[in-house]
């Protein structure tokens, strides 16, 4: 019942939609947009996936950030970065039971 997406210099900000109705639930900034990667093509390094209970939102960003979210509010419940953001950086992210 819910679309997400992540816009801005490697994924900034947070969106989530009503899938029926379009209307915008939530906007959440996840950092500065000065401080996101500029990589071609520009959602290189970002990705979003659903908890399987649907409840969560796990968010790739600047191809070096995870992060679990809520989906209703926004709020941040863990977050890791990865070590070596020189060389590494990740595309994708999974949610697997």
């Known amino acids: 019942s819910v679309v997400a997406s992540l816009s801005g210099p490697g994924g900034a900000h947070l969106r989530t939609f009503d899938s029926s109705t379009g209307h915008l639930l939530l906007e959440k900034r996840l950092h500065d ?23 969560d939102i796990y968010i790739l960003t600047n191809g070096h950030i995870v992060r679990r ?8 419940k863990w977050g890791w970065t990865a070590p070596d953001q020189t060389y590494v950086s990740y595309t994708l992210v999974y949610a697997v039971t």
């Open 69 to 76: 979210a809520d989906r209703k509010t926004g709020e941040v």
């Open 33 to 55: 947009p000065a401080a996101g990667r500029l990589q071609e093509p520009g959602d290189l390094g970002t990705a979003i996936a659903f908890g399987p209970d649907g409840e």
